[in-house]
């Protein structure tokens, strides 16, 4: 089993900075992509960030220049540091992982955290 455990989350003025984290741990034999995403009360899941194993990233439009997604490889931890936060960037946000578990089963499988609130106060 792959467990993706998230922390970091908080409550911050707006224009304030968080940095959330998320570890996998588990059986891992190598981790693909690992990304962020969020939920709004009363809205979808949306793509926050992604990184590659080779550092490559991809950001949704609205915290483009804001936000920094980064991974450390050796600890199977992503990170995003959030800076000049607004109050529409109030949600929680899981981690995502896509996960080899064996030397043996070249598939990837996805993996959710349980999420961790962040909330901008106006």
């Known amino acids: 089993q792959v467990q993706l455990v998230e922390s970091g989350g908080g409550l911050v003025q707006a224009g304030g900075s968080l940095r959330l984290s998320c570890a996998a741990s588990?059986?891992?034999?190598?981790?693909?992509?690992m990304g962020w995403y969020r939920q709004a009360p009363g809205k979808e899941r949306e793509l926050v960030a992604t990184v590659t194993s080779g550092g490559n990233t991809n950001y949704v439009d609205s915290v483009k220049g804001r936000f920094t997604i980064s991974r450390d490889n050796a600890k199977n931890t992503v990170y995003l540091q959030m800076n000049s936060l607004k109050a529409e960037d109030t949600a929680v946000y899981y981690c995502?992982?896509?996960?080899?578990?064996?030397?043996?089963?070249?598939?990837?499988?996805?993996?959710w955290g349980q999420g961790t609130q962040v909330t901008v106060s106006s």
């Open positions: 995502n992982a896509d996960v080899r578990i064996f030397r043996s089963i070249t598939r990837y499988l996805n993996y």
């Open positions: 588990g059986t891992i034999f190598s981790i693909n992509d």
